[in-house]
C-alpha cells in the first residue's frame, strides 16, 4: 500500500508504517493500537493517521468542522464518548469517528452504531474489560542452548531478521556443524543440502524453519501467551460474560494458559516438577542417606559382640591392616541393611523410578567399609541422568505447548480484538442510552427538515419552515449544559434558511446554538443524537461562532469580517451558527455588518441561524425579509424569568429590560413606566 497517499502520512512516518506487519489491516480497521506500534508515532498520531486513512477511502477533505468553536464542540462530543469506555484502546479508537460531509462515511459509521447501541452495557462485561488490552509481541527472548546454521549468506540474513532470538552460525560443512553440536544442545541447519548428513548430537534439518517459527523457537509463543496471559483471560471472560461467540474453546485456553508460569515455563507438570525436585534435592539427599546408613552401622556394630581371631588381631596390630577387613567377615549383614536403608531413603526421597533407581543403588557400594561412603563419579552420573531427564521433559512439554498455543495464536488475536471492540460499541450504547439517544434523519437533497411531533406550549414547535434543508430537532437535551442531564429542559427547534434567533437574557440562546451544533456533529459523525427526533440535511461544513469576549481592536475586528468574507463565498449547504456578532463593535455598526453577510448567506442557501439582541434594527437594515425566531419569557416566579426553552417560530422575543418595565409598569399606578414601555 502507498502508504503517503493518506492524507497527513509522510516518508518518515510511511516508513514506519512499512515497519508494522498488518498496517494495511490495522488502517482499514482504525485500529490506532496496532498502528502505534510503528516507531516513533504515539497513540495521538497514530489516530490521526487512521482518521486520515478512512478520510481517503471515502474521498472526503476533512473540512466539515471549519470553526475553532465547532472543533471545540467536537472535542466534547469525543470526551463524552471517551468517558463511557473501559479500555485505553477503545478510548483511542474512538477517535477515528469524526463529523463529515461524506454520505458514504456517514454510513458505514451508522451502521457500526446501529448495531452498537442494541449491545448491553452490562456491569459485569464492563468489569472484565477492565483487564482486556491489545495484545503485545512477547519481547525479552533469548535461547542460548539453540542455534541455527547456514552455509549461504542470504539465507544467513533472512535467518537473522527472522529469528532474533537465536544465533545463527555460518558453517561449511558436516564438520562446521558437527562442532556447532558440540556446543549447543540443539542445531537447526537451514540448508537442504545438510539432509542426510550424519552428525552426532541433536542436529535437525529444516529448511521450512521460517514458516514454522513456533517449533524452531517454542519460547516465542510461549512467552507471548505468558506475557499477555492476563490479557487474554480478560478477553475469554468479557465473551463469556456478554455471551459472545469465542473464536476458540474457552476451556481449553484456560487449560493451556495454566499449564505457563510468567516467564513461560511450563507448570503443573508433576513429572516435571519430581524431576526439577529431584535435580535440586539429589546432593542433600545422598549426604542425608549416608548419614542415615551410617547411623544405622553404628547401632548395629554397637549391639555386637565380635570375636576377633589372636591371627587377625595380630594382622591388624602388626600390618596396620583396616579394620574394614573385618566387617566383610563379621558385619556383612550389618553393612547390607545399612546401605540398603540409604538406598531406600535416596529413592524415597527423590521419588526415582525404577529406571532410574539403578544408578542411584550404586552410588552406594556393596563392598563393606565404615563409615557407609558414597561414589562420587556416580553421584556425578546420577545427577547428570536426572538433569537429562529433566530438560527432555521440559522440550518436550514446551513443544507440545507451544504446537497447542500457536494453533490459539490467530483466534486468541480475533478474540481480544472482538472485545477490544466491543468496548467501543458498548460506549456508544452507554452514550445513547445515558442520553436518550436516537437516530437521525437525513432528509434527500432538496427536502425540508421537519419533525412532526407537534407543538411545545402551544406555539410553532419543531417545524422547518424554509425552502429545504437545514435541521429540525425535537425535544434535544444537550449533556453539555451546566445544569445535569436530568434537568435539562427539551427544546424543540427547526430552522432551514437564514434565521435571526431573539430572546431574554440567560433564556438558553447560547445552549440552544451549542445543541444544535451537538446534533449536528453527532449525526454526521454517524451516531445517534440526544433528542426525540431529528431531521437533517447532510451539511457540507459547520461554521459556529461563539460570542466574543467584548469590542474587538480595529485589527481584530478586521480580521473577524475577513473570516466572514472567506465564509459568505464558497461550499454551499454549509450550516452557519454564530453568537451575539454584535458585540464585535458598536451596535448600530453591527447590525449593518450582520444584515449584510445574513444577505449573502441567503444567496448561497446556507442554513444560518445568529443570535442577537438586534434583531428589530438587522432586519431592517437587512434587504431580504429575515426570520426571526425568539425565546420568550412566559412570566416571572419569585423576580425569576420562567423561560419556555423551545424557540418560537417567527417571533421576536421581548428583551429583558422590557420584561422588567412592563413588570414595573403593573406595580406602579404614576404612569412613568407605562410610558417607558411604549418606546419598546
Ligand atoms: N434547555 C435548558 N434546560 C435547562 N436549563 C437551561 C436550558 N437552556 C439554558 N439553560 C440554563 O440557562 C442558562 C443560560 O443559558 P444561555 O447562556 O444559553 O442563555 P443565553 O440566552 O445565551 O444568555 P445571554 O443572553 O446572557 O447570552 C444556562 O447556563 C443553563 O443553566
Known sequence: ???????????????????????????????????????????GRAAAIARGAIRRRHDDDGDFLATDRAREVYRDVLSLLRERTVTAYAEKRLETFYPTASASRIEEVRAFAEAAV?????????????????????????????????????RYAAAKEAFPELSVEVVEDARGLSELARSYATVVALDEAFAGVDVEGDVRVRPDAADHPDEIVPERVLAFFAQNRERIRAAADVHEAAGL??????????????????????????????????????DAA?????????????????????????????????????????????????????????????????????????????????????????????????????????????????????????????????????ALELDVELAVSRFARDFDCS?????????????????????????????????????????????????????????????LLSGVNSGGKTSTLDLVALVVVLAQM?????????????????????????????????????????????????????????????PGASAKIIAGILEALDDQSATAVFVSHLASEIREAAGFDVAVDGIEAVGLADGELVVNRSPVKDHLARSTPELIVEKLAGEDGSGFYDRLLEKF
Open 1 to 43: 500500500m502507498e502508504f503517503e497517499a493518506i492524507p497527513g502520512v509522510g516518508e518518515k512516518t510511511a516508513e514506519a508504517l512499512s515497519q508494522l506487519d498488518d498496517a494495511e489491516r490495522a488502517l482499514a480497521d482504525g485500529d490506532v493500537a496496532a498502528l502505534a506500534r510503528a516507531p516513533g508515532l504515539t497513540e
Open 526 to 586: 454517524g451516531l445517534p443524537v440526544p433528542a426525540d427526533r431529528v431531521e437533517l440535511e447532510r451539511f457540507s461544513e459547520l461554521h459556529y461562532y461563539a460570542k466574543s469576549q467584548g469590542t474587538l481592536d480595529a485589527g481584530a475586528f478586521e480580521s473577524t469580517l475577513r473570516d466572514f468574507r472567506e465564509l459568505v463565498d464558497g461550499e454551499s449547504n454549509r450550516l452557519v451558527l454564530v453568537d451575539e456578532l454584535e458585540s464585535i463593535t458598536e
Open 286 to 418: 545422598v549426604s542425608t542417606a549416608e548419614s542415615v546408613a551410617n547411623d544405622h552401622l553404628r547401632d548395629a556394630i554397637r549391639e555386637r559382640d565380635v570375636t576377633i581371631e589372636g591371627t587377625d588381631f595380630l594382622s591388624l596390630v602388626e600390618q596396620g591392616a583396616r579394620v574394614d577387613s573385618l566387617l566383610s567377615r563379621e558385619l556383612e549383614d550389618q553393612y547390607a541393611d545399612a546401605v540398603a536403608t540409604a538406598r531406600e531413603h535416596l529413592v524415597e526421597s527423590l521419588s526415582l523410578r525404577p529406571e532410574e533407581a539403578d544408578v542411584a543403588t550404586r552410588v552406594f557400594s556393596d563392598d563393606p567399609s565404615f563409615p557407609v561412603d558414597y561414589d562420587e563419579e556416580l553421584l556425578s552420573r546420577l545427577r547428570a541422568e536426572l538433569k537429562a531427564g529433566r530438560d527432555r521433559r521440559a522440550v518436550r512439554l514446551k513443544r507440545e505447548l507451544a504446537a497447542d498455543l500457536s494453533a490459539l495464536r490467530d483466534p486468541v488475536g480475533e478474540m481480544v480484538s472482538d
Open 439 to 499: 437516530f437521525p434523519t437525513f432528509v434527500a437533497d432538496g427536502g425540508a427538515a421537519t419533525t412532526d411531533g407537534g407543538a411545545r406550549d402551544g406555539d410553532g414547535g419543531a417545524r422547518g419552515d424554509g425552502a429545504g434543508g437545514g435541521f429540525a430537532v425535537e425535544a434535544g437535551r444537550s449533556p453539555l449544559l451546566d445544569v445535569p442531564f436530568e434537568a435539562a429542559d427539551p427544546v424543540d427547534y427547526a430552522v432551514s434558511g437564514v434565521t
Open 245 to 282: 461467540d469465542a473464536p476458540c474453546d474457552l476451556d481449553h485456553l484456560r487449560d493451556a494458559l495454566s499449564r505457563l508460569d510468567d516467564d513461560g515455563t511450563i507448570v503443573g507438570d508433576e513429572e516435571l516438577d519430581r524431576l526439577t525436585n529431584a535435580v535440586d534435592d539429589v
Open 118 to 154: 442494541e449491545r448491553d452495557p452490562d456491569p459485569a462485561v464492563l468489569d472484565a474489560l477492565d483487564g482486556v488490552a491489545s495484545l503485545e509481541p512477547a519481547a525479552g527472548i533469548r535461547v542460548r542452548e539453540r542455534c541455527l546454521a547456514t552455509a549461504d549468506a542470504e
